[in-house]
């Protein structure tokens, strides 16, 4: 899934389990120019991903009571 973060171009390539959590969220894993980052998924704007991710994404952000 290809996501930006921070203004910059980013390949999401998983989830944190052990960084997540109530006060900090759902971490994600992200990969720029070969290094692996995390970054809160509520940070991320998506910009592409497969529909399946689409659905999980949506309601998550619904969750947040960010809809838009």
């Given at each position: 899934?290809q996501?930006?973060?921070?203004?910059?171009?980013?390949?999401?390539?998983?989830?944190?389990?052990?960084?997540?959590?109530?006060?900090?969220?759902?971490?994600?894993?992200?990969?720029?120019?070969?290094?692996?980052?995390?970054?809160?998924?509520a940070?991320?704007?998506?910009?592409?991903?497969?529909?399946?991710?689409?659905?999980?994404?949506?309601?998550?952000?619904?969750?947040?009571?960010?809809?838009?």
């Open positions: 899934m996501a930006m973060v921070l203004g910059e171009a980013v390949t999401v390539v998983g989830l944190d389990g052990e960084r997540s959590g109530l006060r900090r969220g759902i971490i994600a894993r992200v990969r720029k120019g070969g290094l692996e980052y995390t970054a809160a998924l940070e991320l704007d998506i910009v592409e991903s497969d529909p399946v991710s689409a659905e999980w994404l949506g309601a998550y952000r619904c969750w947040l009571g960010d809809e838009g």
